[in-house]
């Protein structure tokens, strides 16, 4: 049987355009539009996310139908699950006759499936506290996300109305910890802010959509924090409905780490190994100068969480290599490596270990404590805070330190962004 001649670019464009006015799309429109079968619909799906064209989440719906939700990530991108796609059942997939040609696809598919996997991005995003509350009669949902994305704590709030019909008066009424500064992201609600309080006015969502808001977290000098608060709205038949938000707790703090010598092999094999998560921050300011001080720094802060720097063998003299050991959930010692650098006049903290959650919550700490050492010694003004200079795409560093309101372009994904 002959493969069709399928124009991805026709598909992503297509698939885009819904992107612009709905939240979901129904796989069969794409096989009638195209003329595909379900097998065909999934290959391509999996092409374009390859080649970044196409995100969403596929997702089962009560209808029986199967569904490409469009949901924005903790970037503001839109990304495809890479999980949804590996976990398809191949069986399941429509396939019109049984010729060698169909079993080759099949193949292909699967090892079409292994390569992305055995490529897929350490993204820099980690969940620290998630919790979903649900009006059951309404079909109303409201879920609280606290995440650690790059170097900034955000607190994500998504908001969903699975009903027929439209919801007016939504008010969200946030509490948290008198010491956090917050900052609202969206531009599309009004807010009242008080000490210890935020009040968001939602107005109207309607039926069968979402919306997702965005709130930066400052100033956790303790590490810890609680949020919780309520979801109001008014349904169809003008009753006043209650959503409670119960409380989510956050700790950011890390356990003890025990000092662990390692030698340049063991490095890298660390560096190496695929079992090991990486991570690579870039931070940066204007005002900072001095940058052999600012190592000094590093080597200062690095040493309070009790990790070794590492020597060459026969030779005093020390390397920016940093070693040590640190317990798991699960109780498990693991390996953690730190290497802080000089990248064309900003810095960037490299880490790494078998825990992603791990290597996350030690950049974040090690960036607070950083910030913290650079204000307490004059090197910054006290409201300043460092810049996140990895790519808000894909989380590469970037190759400099743009000026401010410059526009750069990420060498890795070509995405043009405006980093402050």
Request: aromatic residues 10%; contains cysteine; proline residues 4%.
């Amino acid at each position: 049987m002959p493969l069709k001649d399928i124009d991805d670019h026709k598909i992503a464009t297509f698939i885009i355009k819904n992107m612009l006015n709905y939240d979901r799309l129904d796989l069969n429109k794409i096989k009638a539009t195209f003329d595909m079968n379900d097998f065909e619909v999934r290959e391509a799906l999996i092409r374009l996310f390859k080649d970044k064209k196409v995100f969403g989440k596929i997702t089962p719906q009560p209808d029986g139908g199967i569904y490409l939700v469009f949901s924005a990530d903790e970037l503001q991108n839109k990304q495809l699950d890479l999980q949804d796609i590996i976990d398809w059942d191949l069986k399941q997939f429509e396939i019109v006759g049984t010729s060698d040609d169909d079993t080759l696809r099949e193949e292909n598919l699967k090892s079409l499936m292994s390569s992305i996997t055995s490529k897929a991005s350490q993204v820099q995003i980690m969940t620290a506290s998630k919790r979903k509350e649900i009006d059951q009669k309404n079909l109303i949902s409201v879920e609280m996300n606290v995440k650690i994305i790059g170097i900034k704590t955000v607190l994500v709030i998504g908001i969903s109305n699975a009903s027929g019909f439209h919801i007016t008066e939504g008010k969200m009424r946030l509490r948290f910890d008198d010491f956090l500064q917050i900052r609202p992201q969206f531009d599309d609600h009004e807010f009242e802010r008080n000490e210890g309080e935020l009040m968001i006015f939602i107005n109207e969502l309607p039926a069968q959509s979402s919306q997702t808001l965005r709130i930066y977290i400052y100033d956790m000098e303790n590490r810890k924090f609680d949020i919780d608060g309520f979801f109001q709205y008014r349904n169809n038949t003008f009753t006043m409905r209650f959503i409670k938000m119960e409380q989510i707790n956050v700790d950011f703090n890390l356990p003890p780490i025990v000092p662990s010598k390692c030698d340049i092999g063991e490095i890298k094999t660390m560096m190496k190994d695929p079992d090991y998560f990486k991570r690579m921050q870039g931070i940066g300011s204007p005002i900072i100068c001095d940058f052999n001080e600012i190592m000094r720094l590093f080597d200062e802060i690095l040493q309070k969480y009790q990790l070794v720097q590492i020597l060459k063998h026969n030779d005093p003299t020390p390397m920016w290599f940093y070693s040590g050991k640190i317990q798991d959930p699960n109780e498990e010692m693991l390996d953690l490596l730190a290497i802080p650098q000089v990248k064309n006049e900003f810095f960037a903290l490299y880490v790494s270990c078998k825990n992603g959650n791990i290597v996350s919550t030690f950049i974040h700490n090690i960036i607070l404590d950083f910030q913290n050492y650079l204000i307490n010694r004059k090197f910054l003004p006290k409201d300043f805070r460092v810049i996140d200079l990895n790519c808000t795409s894909c989380q590469t560093v970037l190759d400099r330190f743009p000026k401010s309101e410059e526009e750069i372009v990420c060498q890795k994904c070509g995405y043009n962004q405006v980093i402050w």
